[in-house]
């Protein structure tokens, strides 16, 4: 097993770390577009397939649109938090000296 200083160490599990928050991230966002296209679709059918709400409904209408505007926004701040920690990672990386072979090592458990 390859050894690496103590500095490194510290910025790996960081990196770690940051990289499992992004991960999440990542899927809240993916979740909330989903969510987004299943009001809007799930609408759509009730409203011209199955006749279930009124064409008019102006409350229905306004409801989906506020649902579709908050789900967009929660994507798209869980989207820039993934990239700020994406910036933060490189950061780690580049000022503790990791190469990405390095990084690869360690999630394979390679390195102590």
Known sequence: MAKISKKQRVSLKEIDKLTKERKNDQIWAAASVAVMAIFI????????????????????RAMLYITAMVAAGLSGIKLMNASKKARKIDGYRQSAGIS?????????GEIE
Request: charged share 25%; no cysteine.
């Open 41 to 60: 679709a799930g609408y759509n059918m009730l409203v011209y397939q199955f006749g279930v709400l009124d064409e008019g409904n102006m409350v229905v």
């Open 100 to 108: 990405r072979e390095t990084l690869e090592a360690w999630r394979k």
